[in-house]
């Protein structure tokens, strides 16, 4: 079956950098877009970044854009999330998410739209 699995979180200072990585296995990991949310107890979970099926294309929150860089290895079957200038607001558990339609070009947050979510790993920002 489909597994995320995200790694790398932890503690940072602000205006520090952190790297999420996230393992998948059970599918054909190159057909597939990926991206990363975050959730803070008691809001809705937040996209942060998306990178469509081939890597060619990568797309960014405003809430983090600038800060944050998207990749993807398919022949590791790995996605990762490269977090600079880390704020306090920033503290979250990360999830990255698999897109349950193949090929797709255009970035979606729409929850409904991702059929796999990894356990998340959490972040924390604090001096």
């Known amino acids: 079956q489909v597994q995320l699995v995200e790694a790398g979180g932890g503690l940072a200072q602000p205006g520090g950098s952190l790297t999420l990585s996230c393992a998948a296995s059970?599918?054909?990991?190159?057909?597939?877009?990926m991206s990363w949310a975050r959730q803070v107890p008691g809001k809705e979970r937040e996209f942060v970044a998306g990178?469509?099926?081939?890597?060619?294309?990568?797309f960014y929150a405003d809430s983090m854009k600038g800060r944050v860089a998207i990749s993807r290895d398919n022949n590791k079957n790995t996605v990762t999330l490269q977090m600079n200038s880390l704020k306090d607001e920033d503290t979250a558990v990360y999830y990255c998410?698999?897109?349950?339609?193949?090929?797709?070009?255009?970035?979606?947050?729409?929850?409904?739209?991702?059929?796999?979510w990894g356990q998340g790993t959490q972040v924390t920002v604090s001096s």
């Open positions: 998410a698999k897109d349950r339609v193949s090929h797709a070009d255009v970035w979606s947050t729409d929850h409904d739209r991702y059929d796999s």
């Open positions: 059970g599918f054909t990991f190159g057909d597939f877009a």
């Open positions: 990178i469509t099926w081939s890597g060619f294309s990568k």
